[in-house]
């Protein structure tokens, strides 16, 4: 039979309770961790919250501080423009005419839509 353990705890007057350090250990939470309570036909489960994309925001610093929004923003752009073009010239050979100029052209026009972004922002 499954061994069962009983926590006994008192509830305040603002309806908290203290997790027994056993249970935090079991669940693998600390300070500032949010849990899961699944209430299921009567009863009650106690789950270590998924991690979210909020929580972890701020978790890596960025390599340059502060960061170079305009930078990141070209340098996006030409990457997206790389892959379209790719895309694009899929029955080229590598190194055909046709994908040197979407190439060519494809690195003009980021640098004239990189132009015109920061001509906007700076107005």
């Known amino acids: 039979m ?16 203290t997790v027994p ?3 935090r250990r079991l669940l693998r939470v600390g300070p500032a961790d949010k849990i ?3 209430v299921t036909e009567g009863r009650v489960e106690l789950q270590p919250a998924p991690m979210t994309l909020e929580a972890t925001f701020g978790a890596v610093k960025p390599l340059n501080r ?10 996006a752009i ?7 073009i790719a ?4 029955g080229q050979r590598r190194g055909g005419p046709l994908r040197a100029f979407f ?3 494809s690195r003009i026009a980021a640098i004239e839509i990189a132009s015109s972004a920061k001509n906007a922002s700076s107005q």
């Not at 499954?2 to 309770?17: C, D, I, M, N």
């Open 103 to 105: 190439a060519k052209q």
């Open 78 to 84: 030409a990457e997206h423009v790389e892959k379209v």
């Open 2 to 17: 499954l061994e069962t353990r009983a926590h006994v705890r008192t509830l305040t007057s603002k309806g908290q309770v």
């Open 21 to 23: 350090a056993e249970v």
């Open 66 to 75: 502060p960061e170079d929004f305009t930078a990141l923003r070209e340098t």
């Open 36 to 38: 899961v309570f699944r």
């Open 87 to 90: 895309k694009m010239c899929i």
